[in-house]
């Protein structure tokens, strides 16, 4: 405790509470970290994506060029157009491993909508916590948790912005998430051509 603070007022201890959250952001804290880690583990799942529809398409690393230029919606639609029309691709391999990329790829893409959440969203201390209003904190008629965040994004072609409060522990589940989902689809990757992964 600072030496004198016993004799704050209100207003004193109001202030040094809201300067405290401020700083919760503006110093390395657990969101910046895993808000990291969310990105990081997007940009292993890309590379991920560029590799199958490689593998998948049958194409020669000549075209790494042009996969690395590419949005992750035109990965995913290929990888699903290689995976669901044989005839799409130059090579097959082991056919019987397609139904499970198949689900791979559903999983990864679901993950990724995720991951533009995080990514496409502002991230700060709750308004109700600087003695501001937050309609959503009013609704949920709780304390907020120490690791908990007022978010804001918008929804594309129309003017309302989406707030809704998140964890940091949503962030850590994400990560895992990211993980799990990229291990199974390169795990069927190989199932479907070992010789990629030699």
Same mark, same amino acid.
């Given at each position: 405790?600072?030496?004198?603070?016993?004799?704050?007022?209100?207003?004193?201890?109001?202030?040094?509470?809201?300067?405290?959250?401020?700083?919760?952001?503006?110093?390395?804290?657990?969101?910046?970290?895993?808000?990291?880690?969310?990105?990081?583990?997007? $940009?292993?799942?890309? &590379? %991920?994506?560029?590799?199958?529809?490689?593998? #998948? @398409?049958?194409?020669?690393?000549? !075209?790494?060029?042009?996969?690395?230029?590419?949005?992750?919606?035109?990965?995913?639609?290929?990888?699903?157009?290689?995976?669901?029309?044989?005839?799409?691709?130059?090579?097959?391999?082991?056919?019987?491993?397609?139904?499970?990329?198949?689900?791979?790829?559903?999983?990864?893409?679901?993950?990724?909508?995720?991951?533009?959440?995080?990514?496409?969203?502002?991230?700060?201390?709750?308004?109700?916590?600087? $003695?501001?209003?937050? &309609? %959503?904190?009013?609704?949920?008629?709780?304390? #907020? @948790?120490?690791?908990?965040?007022? !978010?804001?994004?918008?929804?594309?072609?129309?003017?309302?912005?989406?707030?809704?409060?998140?964890?940091?522990?949503?962030?850590?589940?994400?990560?895992?998430?990211?993980?799990?989902?990229?291990?199974?689809?390169?795990?069927?990757?190989?199932?479907?051509?070992?010789?990629?992964?030699?």
């Amino acid at each position: 405790m600072l030496a004198g603070s016993a004799d704050m007022g209100d207003g004193a201890e109001e202030k040094q509470s809201i300067d405290l959250l401020l700083m919760k952001l503006a110093c390395p804290n657990q969101l910046d970290d895993f808000i990291g880690k969310v990105v990081r583990e997007g $940009g292993l799942l890309e &590379e %991920v994506m560029r590799e199958c529809v490689g593998i #998948l @398409g049958g194409l020669s690393n000549d !075209v790494d060029a042009l996969l690395m230029g590419q949005s992750w919606d035109w990965m995913h639609s290929m990888a699903i157009r290689f995976q669901q029309e044989p005839a799409c691709a130059t090579r097959r391999c082991n056919d019987g491993a397609l139904p499970r990329i198949g689900e791979a790829l559903k999983e990864v893409n679901r993950v990724w909508k995720d991951r533009n959440q995080v990514v496409h969203a502002t991230w700060n201390v709750c308004p109700s916590l600087l $003695g501001g209003r937050c &309609e %959503v904190a009013t609704s949920l008629q709780e304390d #907020l @948790g120490e690791d908990e965040y007022h !978010v804001e994004r918008s929804r594309r072609a129309k003017s309302k912005r989406i707030v809704e409060h998140r964890s940091v522990g949503e962030l850590e589940e994400l990560v895992i998430e990211f993980e799990s989902v990229r291990h199974e689809l390169i795990e069927a990757l190989k199932d479907f051509d070992p010789r990629a992964f030699g």
